[in-house]
């Protein structure tokens, strides 16, 4: 059966194993949505904004887009299409992490940076912001104040915990929005 030069085998007899389906790693994907904008693969830069369906941008670049659209291309259209306007979006306030140091990152390559401290993180829980936990984060409207899911499921349905004397008891920003609703 076989090594007489009569028998040709198939390649199905001789390979056992399928090769495994190669996989983005869900931490860099993670982490790469919390460092980049979505509309021009920078590196997110302050100011930021954050339209309805959770998409990160840098304020500039998004301004650019909606000032000339056919600069971004098809991509541009794909990331950022559904946004008319600055209305669409909320300016984000992100709370510094001061662990975080820019001199101390490590850059690999083109844009990966070695697994260091986070440069933003929740005022209230002070977990990181990024991919390397599984917490999600979020941010409040109007204010913008951007923190871990865990504290608003602490604080959910009770009114008292966002707002103290007319300011948010997260971000101590005051808002038109806030006085209003909590005047009636």
């Not at 982490?31 to 509309?39: D, V």
């Not at 306030?93 to 940076?113: C, F, H, I, R």
Request: aromatic share 6%; net charge positive; glycine share 10%.
């Amino acid at each position: 059966m076989g090594n007489d030069g009569g028998s040709i085998p198939k390649r199905h007899e001789l390979v056992t194993l399928k090769a495994k389906e190669e996989r983005p790693d869900k931490v860099s994907q993670s982490e790469a949505i919390w460092k980049t904008c979505t509309l021009s693969k920078e590196q997110l830069q302050l100011p930021i904004v954050v339209c309805q369906l959770g998409r990160l941008f840098n304020k500039d670049k998004l301004i650019e887009f909606l000032v000339d659209r056919d600069r971004f291309g098809e991509s541009g259209e794909l990331a950022a299409g559904h946004i008319s306007g600055l209305k669409d979006v909320l300016d984000l306030v992100l709370a510094p992490n001061s662990a975080y140091k820019e001199s101390s990152k490590q850059t690999l390559g083109d844009m990966y940076e070695a697994l260091g401290a986070s440069r933003w993180l929740c005022p209230v829980t002070l977990k990181e912001f990024g991919g390397r936990g599984n917490t999600q984060f979020g941010a409040m409207s109007p204010c913008g104040c951007v923190i871990a899911r865990e504290a608003v499921k602490k604080w959910e349905g009770q009114r008292i915990a966002w707002c103290v004397g007319r300011k948010q008891l997260v971000c101590g920003q005051s808002t038109p929005q806030t006085r209003q609703s909590w005047s009636e």
